[in-house]
């Protein structure tokens, strides 16, 4: 089992810059595919981007070339890089650990004002 904690949110005017960090603990950090997710209020959870053992990135079209997803797994630590950001980015964001179940994070809250 995998406990996540998710850091980083904030309050940000449009075109700014975020960094998430999703911190993993209790299990061996490596075979998880992890991935960031968001939910905006009355939308569904949708994916962002993930991010597969093997460093293989997979990212949403509406985030593409904007955000960036990365992973250092001698901190069992996964990132969220968001560059400019626009109000339509505003959501809480989770973090996910898939490894034959998936694990989520509390979630952190982004908001880009315009």
């Known amino acids: 089992q995998v406990q996540l904690v998710e850091s980083g949110g904030g309050l940000v005017q449009a075109g700014g810059s975020l960094r998430l960090s999703c911190a993993a603990s209790?299990?061996?950090?490596?075979?998880?595919?992890m991935g960031w997710y968001r939910q905006a209020p009355g939308k569904q959870r949708e994916l962002v981007a993930t991010?597969?053992?093997?460093?293989?990135?997979n990212y949403a079209d509406s985030v593409k070339g904007r955000f960036t997803i990365s992973r250092d797994n001698a901190k069992s630590t996964v990132y969220l890089q968001m560059n400019s950001l626009k109000p339509e980015d505003t959501a809480v964001y989770y973090c996910?650990?898939?490894?034959?179940?998936?694990?989520w994070g509390q979630g952190t809250q982004v908001t880009v004002s315009s």
């Open positions: 209790g299990s061996i950090f490596r075979p998880y595919v």
């Open positions: 996910a650990a898939v490894y034959r179940m998936t694990y």
């Open positions: 991010i597969t053992s093997g460093d293989s990135t």
